[in-house]
């Protein structure tokens, strides 16, 4: 019986691993049992945290690092990525404004801004690239992608033509933006936002009701912000002379969607398929004969839209069965079975502290990973005697 060939295509797990050492650690595990399986990582993301690294990796392109002002003002030391010998650049808002930046107790979605997002893109587009994909989530902000506008050169200014302030609180003052001064290479570069969300910008699904209070939004500011985005939107739909503030993903990374739809005349692209068309993800699991994925999290949200949802769709439309291993697992955790995985491991083996769970992530990861590869292997091996039994070569 020869070894298995077995794609290893897991997303990060948030706040202790990122996607390719959760690869790894998978494969360190499955190795204990199949030293000689044909073992292929191939980590994936969904648009948001490990997109660059992601496409950087499977591409064999770089990364450029600069500081940039982060989502409260201060400096912070960010990259992107640069693919095709240059010509694409791929942009995590999270690099720059990403949530995991500022301490819980100083998050203020009303004055974050996104203009650190927009260092980057410019930096990018300077380097005269042709393609800039920019990956929504795991943002501080509610600005609308005002910030972003301003470092690529647009101006927001209030009744007496001057400058608004930053962040989202602000933007209830703005009467006219100035695109004018607007990069050239907006203009000329395709500019694809990846998000894995459909939230439109304003109302009781748009950006700040539904991922405000991950930020900081307190219920008495809910309101507030809301008021501000909507002004927001009224005046940048008039200077750009498009509206796409209800179209799905507007509300993504704070309504950084609306900004890049609206004056950046950005396509919204789920994230998944993205990274998994740049890491030829398809053809690996086509020709596998297990896939293995997994998140920091499995549960009900795992199937709506997030990384290994998508795994799992490319398994089963190949026929490869594929088994998803969670951090933890939560409730709904059935429906990532109905969605065609085989199982579902949860890696935590005891009741423990948030920062004891986290710690151990990569031994847990290890030895779930082994558990997955010996009940497989017992599947195979039972398998294999009983066609023997019944005459047939297995």
């Not at 890491?279 to 920091?296: H, K, P, W």
């Not at 949860?346 to 847990?364: F, K, M, S, T, W």
């Amino acid at each position: 019986m020869r070894p298995p060939r077995v794609v290893i295509a897991p997303d990060s797990f948030k706040e202790s691993l990122a996607a390719p050492e959760v690869a790894a650690a998978i494969r360190v595990g499955l190795a204990r049992v199949w030293p000689d399986a044909d073992l292929v990582e191939l980590p994936v993301a969904d648009g948001g945290e490990g997109t660059v690294a992601a496409m950087v990796g499977a591409a064999h392109g770089r990364l450029v690092t600069l500081d940039v002002r982060g989502p409260d003002g201060r400096p912070v030391r960010a990259s992107y990525g640069l693919l095709d010998d240059g010509r694409t650049a791929v942009v995590e808002a999270a690099a720059a404004a990403g949530l995991h930046l500022v301490a819980e107790a100083e998050r203020a979605p009303g004055t974050a801004t996104t203009y650190g997002v927009g260092q980057l893109v410019a930096h990018a587009l300077d380097q005269g690239v042709a393609r800039v994909v920019v990956g929504l989530g795991g943002t501080a902000t509610n600005d609308g992608g005002a910030g972003l506008l301003e470092a690529l050169g647009a101006r927001m200014l209030d009744a007496h033509g001057e400058p608004v302030g930053q962040g989202g609180a602000a933007l209830r003052h703005v009467r006219r933006v100035d695109l004018a001064g607007l990069h050239a290479g907006v203009g000329a570069a395709v500019v694809e936002a990846a998000c894995d969300v459909d939230n439109p910008l304003l109302g009781p699904q748009g950006a700040t009701a539904v991922f405000g209070p991950q930020k900081g939004v307190d219920a008495e500011e809910v309101d507030a912000l809301e008021d501000a985005l909507r002004t927001w939107a009224d005046v940048l739909a008039a200077a750009s002379g498009h509206d796409p503030r209800e179209e799905p993903g507007a509300g993504a990374a704070g309504g950084l969607g609306f900004a890049l739809l609206s004056a950046a005349s950005a396509r919204l692209r789920p994230g998944f398929p993205l990274v998994a068309e740049a890491v030829g993800l398809g053809r690996a699991v086509a020709e596998a004969d297990l896939v293995v994925t997994g998140e920091g999290c499995v549960d009900g949200q795992t199937v709506r839209g997030k990384a290994p949802s998508g795994v799992i769709a490319l398994a089963r439309e190949a026929g490869v069965p594929v088994v998803v291993i969670g951090g933890s697992v939560g409730p709904g955790s059935d429906e990532v079975v109905r969605a065609g995985a085989v199982a579902v491991f949860g890696c935590v083996p005891a009741p423990a502290g948030i920062e004891e769970v986290l710690g151990q992530a990569r031994a847990n990861l290890e030895r779930t990973a082994e558990q997955v590869a010996a009940t497989w292997e017992s599947g195979r091996r039972a398998a294999g005697m009983l066609d023997r039994s019944n005459g047939q070569v297995g």
